[in-house]
């Protein structure tokens, strides 16, 4: 397809496992982001990506979290030991400019679950 | 502490009807862009506005960027059904990357 792509759409996981968040970007697209969206929040910055390197991973809650993205393309977010306030939406979006310039296109999220 | 303030954080109205909702900030952005967001979806981008008192419409939907580009307001005439979804500000910095988002205000429209 020709929109940024998530897997899984939904992740049901008990407290203490390990889950891995996947996005396929729109071809072309150097920057990478990832956020996430809990109820009644705004959407929360992760990390962002140019190329493969990851120059701000500020966002990212504690060092459980952890991405990296590989050809320039593909990204995984993964979450060690999850714990239940890490359940949320965790969306990926890609873009050619930088904000505020161009357009973020976001996929439709990976929601999780941690029981 | 919340960089952009949406308000309202609810709104339920009935078809036909006009509404505004506002985007607040103390800090100056370079550019400010709205996003709206249906169940299930990301958001999709619908306007960016980056100068000083800029007003920019899309059918129905008329968009404002305050003098000192620290505000901005959505304002939607004769609301729709389909109009209903989540309105998020989100603003950028100069070259910054990072955009900031607002919670959003979510709009429900009723036949």
């Known amino acids: 397809g020709a929109g940024v792509s998530q897997s899984p759409s939904n992740k049901v996981t008990e407290k203490g496992k390990d889950v891995e968040l996947r996005c396929d970007p729109i071809?072309?697209?150097?920057?990478l982001y990832w956020y996430r969206q809990s109820l009644g929040q705004g959407l929360e910055f992760l990390i962002y990506?140019?190329?493969?390197?990851?120059?701000?991973k500020s966002g990212l809650p504690s060092d459980r979290f952890s991405a990296e993205r590989t050809g320039g393309s593909v990204s995984t977010l993964t979450i060690q030991r999850t714990q239940q306030e890490d359940s949320a939406v965790y969306l990926c979006?890609?873009?050619?400019?930088?904000?505020?310039?161009?357009?973020?296109?976001f996929g439709e999220g990976s929601r999780l679950t941690v029981l | 502490t919340q960089l952009l303030e949406q308000s309202p954080q609810f709104l339920s109205i009935q078809e036909g009807e006009n509404l505004t909702v506002y985007c607040n900030s103390s800090s100056v952005f370079s550019s400010l862009q709205w996003y709206r967001q249906e169940p299930g979806e990301g958001p999709v981008l619908l306007v960016t506005v980056v100068t000083g008192g800029e007003v920019k419409k899309l059918k129905r939907l008329t968009f404002q960027f305050g003098d000192a580009r620290k505000d901005s307001s959505l304002h939607i005439t004769a609301a729709q059904p389909g109009d209903t979804g989540l309105y998020l500000c989100?603003?950028?910095?100069?070259?910054?990357?990072?955009?900031?988002f607002g919670k959003g205000t979510l709009l429900t429209v009723n036949p």
């Open positions: 071809s072309g697209h150097t920057a």
């Open positions: 990506f140019q190329g493969n390197s990851a120059p701000d």
């Open positions: 979006a890609s873009s050619f400019l930088l904000p505020g310039t161009g357009e973020l296109f």
């Open positions: 989100a603003g950028a910095k100069g070259s910054n990357y990072k955009l900031t």
